[in-house]
């Protein structure tokens, strides 16, 4: 079994920046995979990024490319998701997931992934 708490969450205005963190607890492995997703009011959860345990491959959705970074701290057992030029449709409640086993693809949906956290708020102004 496997924890996640997020924090990092809040309120900035449009292009600021914020740094998510997603602490893991309990059987984590090297041959994990951690996600970050986000599900806006009504809207379904979609895909932000992801990252194996190694964080030797990442992959980040078109609609977050070249402003957030997600990266890892094995020492610490914690994901990191750094915002950066945030936007108002950026506002949504930011989830970290798990998924045991990648397998070599890295998984980009929410049916692949196998432990959630409760998620942390972000809200972008304009």
């Known amino acids: 079994q496997v924890q996640l708490v997020e924090s990092g969450g809040g309120l900035v205005q449009a292009g600021g920046s914020l740094r998510l963190s997603c602490a893991a607890s309990g059987r984590t492995a090297s041959s994990y995979a951690m996600g970050w997703f986000r599900q806006a009011p009504g809207k379904e959860r979609e895909f932000v990024a992801t990252?194996?345990?190694?964080?030797?491959?990442?992959y980040n959705a078109d609609s977050v490319k070249g402003r957030f970074t997600i990266s890892i701290d094995n020492a610490k057992n914690t994901v990191y998701l750094q915002m950066n030029s945030l936007k108002p449709e950026d506002t949504a409640v930011y989830y970290c997931?798990?998924?045991?086993?990648?397998?070599?693809?890295?998984?980009?949906?929410?049916?692949?992934?196998?432990?959630w956290g409760q998620g942390t708020q972000v809200t972008v102004s304009s």
């Open positions: 997931a798990a998924k045991r086993g990648w397998g070599g693809v890295l998984p980009t949906t929410r049916y692949e992934y196998d432990y």
């Open positions: 990252i194996t345990w190694s964080g030797g491959s990442t």
